[in-house]
T-cell receptor, first 116, second 116 residues
Framework: AQSVTQLGSHVSVSEGALVLLRCNYS??????LFWYVQYPNQGLQLLLK??????LVKGINGFEAEFKKSETSFHLTKPSAHMSDAAEYFC????FGGGTASKLTFGTGTRLQVTL | GAVVSQHPSWVICKSGTSVKIECRSL??????MFWYRQFPKQSLMLMAT?????????EQGVEKDKFLINHASLTLSTLTVTSAHPEDSSFYIC????????????FGPGTRLTVL
């Protein structure tokens, strides 16, 4: 069984400030972890993913996330927020080695607001 | 690469009619496709998993006779909402995966269904 908890349904930061979106997961097997971004009335775009190997993962648009097994966390960060980063962000987990394609379990999402 | 399209992007229909939504993988062969439903300001809920040439596997609580899924080819899956009612109004998103994508799902842009 898997679950994802995203702390904070809304996060507001100033342009240029650090972005930190929190994600904790629960999984009975080693996980694959993902962060997706969704703009209004659009589908999901993959920001980054952790499968195996290096625990610090760099993604698109300057985002990165670190897999911390001991804390069961996969927080998303960006050093300097831009207005275009305003969107909904979803953390998701799927089981490691689940075959051809495995189910994704999504968190409830965090809406990022960027202010001037 | 890995582009997934959905058609239509939005549809309005009368209560009691059926609506078909198409999901296409444009540049890869998708052995597995997933259908999600997203209510306003909520997360994605998996409705069903569809493997090419096989019957779809529905999540608990999803009516298979109401949400008909067909995955007849490696590039096309369809979701038909039968006898639609206002409570079926939602944002429907599909995703596609292939053996080479290592559990990564590629998402379509979504279809907004409004049932009057």
């Amino acid at each position: 069984a898997q679950s994802v908890t995203q702390l904070g349904s809304h996060v507001s930061v100033s342009e240029g400030a650090l972005v930190l979106l929190r994600c904790n997961y629960s999984s009975s097997v080693p996980p694959y972890l993902f962060w997706y971004v969704q703009y209004p009335n659009q589908g999901l775009q993959l920001l980054l993913k952790y499968t195996t190997g290096a625990t610090l993962v760099k993604g698109i648009n300057g985002f990165e996330a670190e897999f911390k097994k001991s804390e069961t966390s996969f927080h998303l960060t960006k050093p300097s927020a831009h207005m275009s980063d305003a969107a909904e962000y979803f953390c998701a987990v799927s089981p490691f080695g689940g075959g051809t394609a495995s189910k994704l379990t999504f968190g409830t999402g965090t809406r990022l607001q960027v202010t001037l | 690469g890995a582009v997934v399209s959905q058609h239509p992007s939005w549809v309005i229909c009368k209560s009691g009619t059926s609506v078909k939504i198409e999901c296409r993988s444009l540049d890869f062969q998708a052995t597995t496709m997933f259908w999600y439903r997203q209510f306003p300001k909520q997360s994605l809920m998996l409705m069903a998993t569809s493997n090419e040439g096989s019957k779809a596997t529905y999540e608990q609580g999803v009516e298979k006779d109401k949400f008909l899924i067909n995955h007849a080819s490696l590039t096309l899956s369809t979701l038909t909402v039968t006898s639609a009612h206002p409570e079926d109004s939602s944002f429907y998103i599909c995703s596609a995966s292939s053996p080479s994508s290592y559990n990564e799902q590629f998402f379509g842009p979504g279809t907004r269904l409004t049932v009057l």
